[in-house]
């Protein structure tokens, strides 16, 4: 069975400060994708990476994808109380399913 | 982005009843569609696979006979929760996929509150 860990679980900080959050397996995935969850709605996607090593950056937001392609990071700069959510990351497995890892609540505060 | 819409988005019901959830790709053929049950504070866990004119495909653990998945059509899916008790409280979500891509579009999500 393949796992996603994700941490950390939970993560209060004041706006203005980075932070970074981590996605690990002992597996492989074809591909891994970021969400952002608010409360009450479905996750929105937020990257994809694809290549062991790629970067992709979204306005604060800096997605690492392992040279292995078996663990991610994101890292947000300067965090807003906008970018308050629950973060889930996702590995694409075979036949098209996604293994979602235990998500990091965020909380930014003003 | 695609857009995958669900029915309804809570829904209240008496321990013992039965409810059916509605998934619906509004502008794109799903030929598989994929339902997830969340957790207060916790991830998505996948229930089950569907793909359009088949059987779905439960996860480990997942009952069949108490969730039924129906797939009958490239742009609907259905997921009925039947004897519905208090611990099948949660909030269902379903997401769709279609074409050459492995993208998932998501559903908003069904609030589902047994009493």
């Known amino acids: 069975t393949q796992l996603l860990e994700q941490s950390p679980q939970f993560l209060s900080i004041q706006e203005g400060e980075n932070l970074t959050v981590y996605c690990n397996s002992s597996?492989?995935?074809?591909?891994l994708q970021w969400y952002r969850q608010e409360p009450g709605e479905g996750p929105v996607l937020l990257v994809t990476?694809?290549?062991?090593?790629e970067v992709k950056k979204l306005k604060r937001l800096t997605f690492q994808f392992g040279d292995a392609r078996k663990d991610s990071s994101l890292h947000i700069t300067a965090a807003q109380p906008g970018d308050t959510g629950l973060y889930l990351c996702?590995?694409?497995?075979?036949?098209?399913?996604?293994?979602f890892g235990q998500g990091t609540e965020l909380s930014v505060k003003p | 982005g695609a857009v995958v819409s669900q029915h309804p988005s809570r829904v209240i019901c008496k321990s013992g009843t039965s409810v059916k959830i509605e998934c619906r790709s509004l502008?794109?053929?799903?030929?598989?569609m994929f339902w997830y049950r969340q957790f207060p504070k916790q991830s998505l866990m996948l229930m089950a696979t569907?793909?359009?004119?088949?059987?779905?495909?439960?996860e480990q653990g997942v009952e069949k006979d108490k969730f039924l998945i129906n797939h009958a059509s490239l742009t609907l899916s259905t997921l009925t929760v039947t004897s519905a008790h208090p611990e099948d409280s949660s909030f269902y979500i379903c997401?769709?996929?279609?074409?050459?891509?492995?993208?998932?579009?998501f559903g908003p999500g069904t609030r589902l509150t047994v009493l």
């Open positions: 997401s769709a996929a279609g074409g050459t891509t492995d993208t998932q579009y």
């Open positions: 597996s492989v995935f074809s591909s």
């Open positions: 990476v694809v290549t062991g090593g």
């Open positions: 996702a590995g694409l497995v075979p036949g098209g399913k996604l293994i």
């Open positions: 502008d794109f053929q799903a030929t598989t």
């Open positions: 569907s793909n359009e004119g088949s059987k779905a495909t439960y």
